[in-house]
């Protein structure tokens, strides 16, 4: 048997490695085992996250958006910028370099905090026993008095449209086209769908977006939803919604392939489209394959998803697990608040989390971001609420910037005016969102955000009058209710 540890965490994604770091900071002897190789078959840490989720889109998203504004709107501001042409290469040199500087810094900081770092794929065993097969194939067994599971997800792969590494690949393959197709099919308008589609649209690819539903971002507050669809559409994106796809074919003449996606309309009719290459992103799936042992004894669900409480504790005393292997949603702050509550539990300390105030994000341009309850969730759990909206049009700071769209808002409890949720689809909806996410966790009312001062010119400002606006007293826009 090899080295005994306070602590072992089976993945290095955002859950994983904060619960490790959180768990050394707190004075105990700890590991995290990854199975991550780079293209050297060097160990990397970071997961999804970090190697190829919410770090190489946002280069993307960032390198994407600066090329669209060169080439499409710049001439508004009075600059001339003559053509101007895309290098991809040069793009994914630069979102390769933004990766390796992070995933190179969490080792830096398993050093600095004292996690011991072991590459290979782990296993729990009965007893909180942990075995790893290391990148050669020799296992090792150490023991632990805690096991933290965080092994993430993975992307969902559909029937009628299998990712085939070439023409139609999941969200990684997206990140790595070399160069802009001219056509592509994107399956799923959820988060993945609308930030790849988008990096590509602006680059060039003429887009189309196929989604099951009949219903955009379901999950988003109707009016930021509809209010998303249609700046997303002026922009290009082609959003077809209701409509399944039924079946794919990859078409080759010479060198060159494309896919053949037949889908089913919202009528029913059989329509096929031509692609250069195809995205799928239909969701992810809870990755726990082969990570228990037969009698480990973790309950695991139909799906793969380790099954938990509040505080992420597994059924097996000592065994704990966090990030997207568990329920809530897949986001990696999500995932790193569950790392540090485990690590302070597994101290003694009475942590937990708030699961109420978690903002999420989709980082289109506009940014569209939400915290808290929807108006429909509200209203299906038979809350009375009321409602301040303020539209980007009469935010100076949004007009200066030329970024008039979209609108902050908030709702808030009828009878206690406590915020229960704040949504957004604008400029910098993400910073806004979570300044509605830190008057929430502090029982903050729309009557205490309309009291504050905010600076001016500020896009916060939207936030400021969606507040005064839930009593029908906003400033730079006629009340629609009466003041109360
Ligand atoms: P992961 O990050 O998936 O990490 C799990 C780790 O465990 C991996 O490194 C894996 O190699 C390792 N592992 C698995 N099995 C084993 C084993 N048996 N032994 C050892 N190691 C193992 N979320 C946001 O909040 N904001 C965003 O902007 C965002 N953008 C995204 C963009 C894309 C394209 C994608 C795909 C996802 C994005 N997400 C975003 C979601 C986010 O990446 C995940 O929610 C997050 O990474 C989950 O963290 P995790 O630690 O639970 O799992
Ligand atoms: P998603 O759940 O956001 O969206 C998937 C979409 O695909 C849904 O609208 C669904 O109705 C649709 N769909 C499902 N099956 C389909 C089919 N057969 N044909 C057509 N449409 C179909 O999933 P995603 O976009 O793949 O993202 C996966 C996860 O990654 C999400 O849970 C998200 O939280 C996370 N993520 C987060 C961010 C972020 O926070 N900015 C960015 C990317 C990914």
């Known amino acids: 048997m090899a080295d005994k540890f306070d602590v072992i965490v089976i993945g290095s994604g955002p859950a994983g490695y904060v619960a490790a770091i959180k768990a050394a900071q707190l004075g105990l002897k700890t590991a995290c085992i990854e199975k991550w190789k780079n293209d050297q078959g060097k160990g990397v840490n970071g ?65 600095a905090n004292g996690v011991t770092p072991i590459y290979g ?49 999941d969200s990684t393959g997206a990140l790595e086209f070399d160069e802009v197709p001219g056509r592509l099919g994107v399956i799923g308008a ?16 003429d887009v189309v ?12 507050d109707q009016d930021i939803s509809k209010e998303s669809l249609k700046i997303l559409s002026k922009q290009g994106l082609d959003i077809r919604l209701g409509c399944m796809v039924s079946g794919s074919e990859v078409k080759t003449s010479g060198k060159t392939h494309k896919v053949d996606l037949t889908y089913k309309d919202p009528k029913g009719e059989e329509q096929t489209e031509t692609f250069d290459k195809v995205i799928v992103c239909v969701g992810r799936r809870a990755y726990s394959d082969g990570i228990l042992a037969d009698d480990s004894g973790v309950e695991v669900n139909e799906r793969g998803v380790v ?42 300390q009475k942590a937990q989390i708030n699961y109420d105030i978690i903002p999420s994000v989709i980082y289109t341009h506009p940014e569209i971001a939400s915290v808290g309850k929807t108006e429909q969730q509200l209203k299906d759990e038979g809350v009375e609420y009321e409602v301040g909206t303020f ?14 769209e979209g609108m902050v808002k908030i709702i808030a409890h009828a009878k206690t005016d406590t915020i229960l949720g704040v949504h957004c689809v604008g400029p910098a909806a993400a910073e806004l969102v979570q300044q509605g996410a830190i008057a929430m966790e502090f029982g903050s009312s729309a009557e205490d955000l309309g009291l504050m001062v905010f600076g001016h010119p500020t896009f916060s400002e939207a936030v400021h009058e969606a507040a005064l606006a839930v009593h029908g007293h906003a400033i730079h826009m006629p009340n629609r209710k009466k003041r109360k």
Request: hydrophobic share 40%; net charge negative.
């Open 47 to 111: 997961g999804t996250c970090l190697n190829v989720g919410c770090i190489p889109s946002k280069a993307l998203l960032d390198s994407s958006h600066k090329f669209e504004m060169a080439a499409h709107h710049m001439g508004d501001h009075g600059i001339s910028t003559g053509k101007v042409k895309v290098d991809v290469a040069k793009m994914m040199e630069r979102k390769n370099k933004v990766v390796q500087q992070l995933t190179g810094g969490i080792s830096g900081l398993f050093k």
């Open 391 to 404: 539209p980007f049009q009469a935010i100076g700071r949004a007009l200066a910037t030329g970024e008039g």
């Open 121 to 169: 794929t782990g296993k729990l065993l009965k007893d909180k026993k942990v075995e790893v097969t290391d990148f050669d194939g020799n296992t090792t067994a150490y023991e632990a008095d805690n096991v933290v599971l965080a092994t993430g997800s993975v992307p969902i792969d559909i029937p009628p449209a299998r990712n085939n590494g070439d023409t139609i690949v």
């Open 190 to 205: 959820g988060v993945i769908g609308l930030e790849l589609g988008s990096v590509w649209g602006r680059l060039g690819s």
């Open 307 to 348: 099954q938990v409480n509040d505080q992420c504790q597994t059924n097996v005393p000592g065994v704990w697990a966090v990030g997207d292997l568990v329920r809530g949603p897949m986001l990696a702050h999500k995932g790193s608040e569950e790392g540090v509550m485990v690590a302070e539990r597994i101290a003694g």
């Open 209 to 220: 977006v196929i989604e099951a539903l009949d219903k955009f971002l379901p999950m988003m």
